[in-house]
């Protein structure tokens, strides 16, 4: 197995969204949870008048947050064959860009960069990001079932 299978399939064992095994990788999901959290509150927060300081410490949390999200999503794409094998290939991974899950991160996370080129009203981009919160139900058993 070369070094870079194996550091895919360590992605994989991150991303596979089981918080019941006590292993390390637990700590990426944790991670990852509570900037989904960080990222909502700070959404919610900017939508209220707020000093021109925290302004800019909100834009920074988003900034922050876009990059880690989107180096995130596209280490989750790439390494979506790990997880399953039906998501082998590029055309399995469009299959999971298309899933519930991979259009949540799609959508929540490359708008932003949509935005740089396309003129998107900001209140269109913020309601895409809110979206991320629904990401936390990846982790929740109950919301599988």
């Not at 992605?11 to 949870?33: G, H, P």
């Not at 900017?46 to 947050?65: A, E, K, N």
């Not at 469009?94 to 899933?99: D, E, I, K, P």
Request: hydrophobic residues 45%.
């Amino acid at each position: 197995m070369t070094k870079r299978e194996e550091f895919k399939r360590r992605l994989a064992r991150v991303f596979d969204s089981d918080l019941r095994t006590k292993q390390w990788e637990n700590y990426a999901d944790y991670a990852i949870i509570g900037l989904i959290i960080i990222s909502t509150v700070s959404i919610f927060i900017s939508t209220f008048d707020v000093s021109p300081v925290c302004q800019r410490i909100l834009h920074i949390i988003d900034l922050v947050t876009v990059v880690i999200f989107t180096i995130e999503v596209t280490l989750r794409i790439w390494a979506a064959d790990e997880l399953d094998p039906k998501y082998k290939g590029f055309w399995g991974r469009v299959r999971y860009c298309c899933s519930f899950y991979g259009l949540i991160d799609i959508l929540s996370t490359y708008t932003f960069y949509v935005s740089l080129f396309l003129p998107l009203p900001y209140n269109i981009l913020k309601a895409l990001r809110v979206a991320r919160l629904l990401r936390v139900f990846r982790y929740m058993r109950s919301f599988r079932l």
